[in-house]
């Protein structure tokens, strides 16, 4: 493509900006790209129609608001091997119209009509999501981060634009168990395959998945070593040659089964969900996984109606205050909440009843509701369940979303996942049909990756993103961490400290003030011994090699263990 297509569609703004043109320079043995200045729209299309290209420009879009406002720039992706870039001469003086020149390689300066102005490729549609007035609380004006700059890269990080073999920070698991296993390194950035993406990470999420990951009892965990995470919010960089749901420059949320918290994060293009423009990265990871959650369990299949009285456990994680949220914009439902006690004066605001984890809460609830409640949605799972069935009332509903239970320390323990399995009541069908009560499940990591109902998840996001700016749900964010130090923010959900969202910044320098405010949160605790021996672990693990770990719990308490 000749940049003189662009250059009729844009102004150019020169190549004096230092900051910025640094993620720009060294793809053509140093030369330096071209940047043009657009209004948003125009800049859309332009960036559109270079994705066709066969011989594409490579750069920087950039729109420039009014004096003093952020800036919206699109990455655009390197240029197939063997391209070499125009050189942009800024026009002697301001012309009108479409009129403007450019000088090639090979070449002479050219004129260019309206009439020739080329056609504009777009990607598909995204429904519009109606917005709120930008001058309440800002939630319905575009945003941008300005943080988010090549100056806060930590030193020997690449730009987005670098040599042969280019680098990035990530979070990998060398072994199943305590957090020494968690190891910061640095790997070569991904390529794409055909059908995947590839994200430049802003905000990574963590939840009690990945807790359970690093301690290896989910079912059929990968093989160690590999990269952790999965929940990532950023800009789309580049695609693969099979993918037509995204273009670069695209802001997506992702769910990969792992390999989230790193820099640069390959996705398949079917694990990406558009983000609106009116959301930005933080938000929308605190909200995106967590939110679908908690949408699904309340009112896909909990049915919640007006004057239900729910039963809500770990109500101050990220699922239980979005769920906690979602119940109140519902006509006079009443939620009772279990959490720590430290936390009962955050939860007022959500919750109607505040219960003390610990406590005999059935006891408590059967005070001031002797018929029981209507919906009980358990995360921990484990002796929890038999309390909480015999709380429900007649056409009450339990719904079980995790299996936090399991996870009793630092690392994986025989006993506590067994004792776990073997607490959950056997429960009959006939039981339920005698006691008109109901039982369902709903796995997150079952459905997006096994059942493959990705049509599903994006139709959950988009009512999440409605909601949001309908003002029925926001974001809660307990703290944000570095790299460096997720074996404390892991440490911090382990031990139920935490009041909503946990995320990570793949900016953050360990050195800052933000990451020295979030460790001193845990300040007055330490890493926990791991709760059993690894020799206990491999043992469990030798007697039932190729079976995953809770199956082979099964196996020995059923008596089918070698």
Same mark, same amino acid.
């Given at each position: ?74 990455? =655009? ?162 695609? $693969? ?135 009980? =949605? ?30 009793? $320390? ?37 459905? =997006? ?77 330490? =890493? ?35």
């Amino acid at each position: 493509m000749r940049c003189d297509e662009i250059q009729s569609k844009s102004s150019f703004i020169g190549e004096s900006r230092p900051t910025d043109i640094e993620e720009a320079r060294g793809v053509h043995g140093g030369e330096t790209e071209s940047y043009f200045s657009a209004e948003e729209g125009d800049l859309r299309e332009i960036r559109d129609f270079i994705r066709t290209q066969d011989n594409p420009f490579t750069g920087r879009l950039e729109h420039h608001a009014l004096p003093g406002t952020a800036t919206k720039a699109y990455e =655009l992706p390197p240029p197939p091997p063997g391209h070499r870039s125009p050189v942009v001469e800024e026009p002697e003086e301001a012309e009108e119209g479409w009129e403007s020149r450019i000088t090639d390689n090979k070449e002479e300066k050219k004129e260019m009509n309206p009439i020739d102005r080329p056609t504009i490729v777009t990607g598909p549609p995204y429904p519009t999501i109606p917005s709120t007035p930008a001058d309440v609380g800002g939630i319905g004006a575009p945003v941008t981060n300005p943080s988010y700059t090549s100056s806060t890269y930590p030193a020997g990080i690449v730009s987005d634009v670098g040599g042969s073999n280019p680098q990035m920070k990530c979070i990998v698991l060398t072994g199943f168990g305590g957090a020494k296993n968690v190891k910061l390194m640095m790997k070569d950035r991904p390529q794409p395959q055909p059908n995947e993406v590839i994200i430049k990470s802003r905000v990574c999420g963590i939840n009690f998945q990945d807790i359970m990951t690093r301690q290896g009892v989910i079912d059929n965990p990968p093989k160690t070593p590999f990269i952790m995470g999965g929940e990532v919010g950023g800009e789309i960089i580049q695609c $693969g040659s099979a993918t037509t749901k995204f273009l670069p420059g695209d802001r997506v949320i992702a769910f990969p089964e792992f390999r989230a918290w790193a820099e640069y994060v390959a996705v398949p293009e079917r694990l990406c969900f558009k983000l609106p423009d009116t959301i930005d990265f933080q938000d929308g990871v605190a909200l995106a996984l967590d939110s679908v959650v908690a949408e699904t369990v309340l009112f896909e299949l909990g049915n919640l109606k007006p004057g239900k009285t729910i039963l809500v456990q770990s109500a101050a994680g990220g699922v239980g205050q979005m769920i906690c949220q979602m119940a109140k914009s519902v006509e006079n439902v009443t939620v009772v909440g279990i959490a720590s006690g430290h936390k009962e004066e955050d939860l007022k605001p959500s919750i109607d009843v505040f219960i003390e984890r610990g406590v005999d809460y059935v006891h408590e609830i059967r005070k001031f509701c002797p018929m029981g409640v209507d919906l009980v =949605l358990d995360c921990q799972c484990g002796e929890e369940f038999s309390k909480c069935y015999s709380l429900l009332k007649p056409m009450g509903r339990y719904i079980l979303y995790g299996t936090q239970s399991i996870c009793a $320390g630092e690392s994986k323990s025989f006993f506590s996942v067994a004792r776990s399995w073997w607490q959950v009541e056997k429960l009959s069908p006939l039981k339920m049909y005698d006691e008109n009560k109901m039982v369902a499940g709903f796995n997150f990591r079952h459905l =997006l990756y096994k059942q493959r109902e990705h049509a599903y998840i994006d139709e959950a996001l988009k009512q999440v993103w409605i909601r949001y700016l309908k003002r029925e749900i926001r974001p809660v964010i307990d703290s944000t961490w570095c790299f460096e130090d997720i074996p404390e923010a892991m440490l911090r959900i382990i031990e139920h400290l935490n009041f909503g969202k946990i995320v990570l910044d793949p900016q953050m320098r360990a050195d800052s003030e933000e990451a020295a405010l979030s460790r001193g949160l845990n300040k007055n605790l330490s =890493l926990r011994p791991e709760s059993t021996s690894e020799s206990e672990n491999k043992t469990l693990e030798s007697r039932h090699e190729g079976v995953g770990f809770i199956e082979a719990i099964k196996e020995t308490l059923m008596g089918g263990g070698k």
